[in-house]
């Protein structure tokens, strides 16, 4: 199966700092989204991105889908940004929606 | 528009018992598809489905079984529980099945003792 590499595996930012976080894929995926999980356990969606760029406020990612990566950007970061960030791939080949997660990034923005 | 909706959001049960988690899909998301959340496996995919019909599996034994009924609406039962399930279990939702994004529901907390 398709497996999942994100890093950093941690990261502390202090407010307003910015960061890249990064996914590579060991095989090419049709179905790529970034999830962000609060302290609560939440798990929203970001993006469903499976090429190209898009941008949500203070987030952005791009897929180079050639290349079998994904990048977030979280620009002027905050503290509600804090949490685990997955990213998630998965090909759809008419049988379903099977998404292999990564192991998160765990970040912690600090005042 | 209402979010997933899974409940019960904490459930406590005992080793050998059976277990009945439920998931109502946002309005009009005709896919359900169902993750684990432990420690040490992270989040890892289920079962998947799509016009009451399962559309792919995970890697999880036969003890781990779900359905969906007319209304999209799905359930999940885990048989004869071990320690090991203990987890987070988490529904999602999507529009169509294939390449849409998932919408997670809060998730229920599940401990084996």
């Known amino acids: 199966g398709i497996q999942v590499e994100q890093s950093p595996p941690d990261l502390i930012l202090q407010e307003g700092a910015n960061s890249t976080l990064r996914c590579n894929f060991s095989?090419?995926?049709?179905?790529l989204q970034w999830f962000h999980q609060n302290p609560w356990g939440q798990l929203i969606n970001l993006f469903y991105?499976?090429?190209g760029t898009k941008q949500n406020g203070r987030l952005s990612a791009t897929t180079v889908a050639t290349e079998r990566y994904s990048l977030l950007y979280i620009s002027s970061s905050q503290t509600t940004d804090s949490g685990v960030y997955f990213c998630?791939?998965?090909?759809?080949?008419?049988?379903?929606?099977?998404?292999?997660f990564g192991t998160g990034t765990q970040l912690k923005v600090e005042l | 528009k209402a979010g997933v909706t899974q409940t019960p959001r904490y459930l406590i049960k005992t080793r050998g018992q059976q277990v009945t988690l439920s998931c109502s899909p946002i309005?009009?998301?005709?896919?359900v598809s169902w993750y684990q959340q432990t420690p040490g496996q992270g989040l890892q995919f289920l079962f998947e489905?799509?016009?009451?019909?399962?559309?792919n599996k995970g890697n999880f034994p036969g003890r781990f079984s779900g359905r969906q009924f007319s209304n999209s609406r799905s359930e999940m039962n885990v048989s004869t529980l071990e320690l090991g399930d203990s987890a987070l279990y988490l529904c999602?939702?999507?529009?169509?099945?294939?390449?849409?994004?998932?919408?997670f529901g809060n998730g229920t907390r599940l401990t084996v003792t």
């Open positions: 998630a791939g998965g090909t759809f080949t008419g049988g379903g929606n099977k998404l292999t």
């Open positions: 999602a939702s999507s529009l169509v099945i294939g390449n849409s994004p998932l919408h």
């Open positions: 095989d090419s995926v049709n179905n």
């Open positions: 309005s009009g998301h005709r896919s």
């Open positions: 489905y799509f016009s009451e019909t399962q559309r």
């Open positions: 991105i499976p090429s």
